[in-house]
């Protein structure tokens, strides 16, 4: 039975799913999951004579079949890691074991980077993508972040000017849906340029501008003045 991605050192969560539908649907799971496997010789006798029990020799034989299969979905890359697994439930304890180990460093990377992320220099668009991006990628690692945790760690990374509509987004009583949150944000966003360019360009900025003008020359002849006295 193929599958359409092997084994490699980034996609263990994508590849256990297709592996573990076909060993599913074969009624194999018994294969690599608490093996109950059948004594090779059933007396001293048969040891000595080389007899071995057909319930054994049936059990080798599709444990060896599935092994072969097994094998067949990794890259040489992962196959380099497995040699000496002679038996499908030691390829299936070693490879879990390593990918294991390495999806929750990753994970606990992620979630380091995720807590830091600011808005700071970055649009609110950059900002909210980036977030997007780190969730996305610890979902992939099988460590999800749901809607609360989510809504949290943007809210936590907006500056003080963004006070307004945080509370306004904290005092629902209901978790909003992400969409939403984006879209306020960014209309938030897109009203404080406005204002700020209307601000720099008002009248009173520039009466303001041309009185500090006015009254620093008023301030000079005064010093010349006085300095004459």
């Not at 000595?48 to 599935?66: R, S």
């Not at 074991?97 to 609110?124: D, G, H, N």
């Not at 900002?127 to 780190?134: A, S």
Request: glycine share 4%; hydrophobic share 40%; with cysteine.
């Amino acid at each position: 039975h193929p599958i359409s991605q092997k084994l490699d050192d980034s996609n263990f969560l994508l590849w256990r799913q297709q592996v573990e539908s076909v060993i599913k649907a074969h009624r194999l799971q018994r294969f690599v999951a608490s093996p109950q496997i059948p004594m090779r010789f059933l007396t001293e006798a048969d040891c000595e004579a080389g007899n071995e029990n057909p319930a054994y020799t049936d059990w080798e034989q599709q444990d060896q079949i599935l092994l072969s299969w097994l094998q067949s979905t990794l890259l040489v890359s992962i196959l380099s890691r497995i040699i000496g697994c002679v038996h499908s439930y030691k390829l299936w304890e070693q490879i879990h074991e390593y990918f294991q180990k390495q999806t929750c460093v990753k994970a606990r990377i992620l979630r380091a980077e995720l807590k830091t992320t600011m808005l700071e220099q970055k649009t609110m668009l950059e900002f909210l993508l980036r977030i997007k991006c780190i969730v996305d990628a610890l979902g992939s690692c099988g460590d999800p972040i749901f809607l609360r945790e989510h809504l949290d760690v943007i809210l936590e990374g907006l500056p003080e000017e963004y006070g307004p509509v945080i509370s306004m987004i904290k005092s629902k009583l209901e978790s909003l849906p992400i969409r939403e949150v984006v879209a306020l944000l960014l209309a938030h966003e897109s009203y404080k340029k406005k204002f700020q360019k209307r601000f720099a360009n008002s009248p009173s900025i520039n009466v303001a501008q041309g009185y500090n003008s006015s009254s620093n020359s008023y301030n000079s002849s005064s010093n010349n003045f006085n300095s004459q006295n």
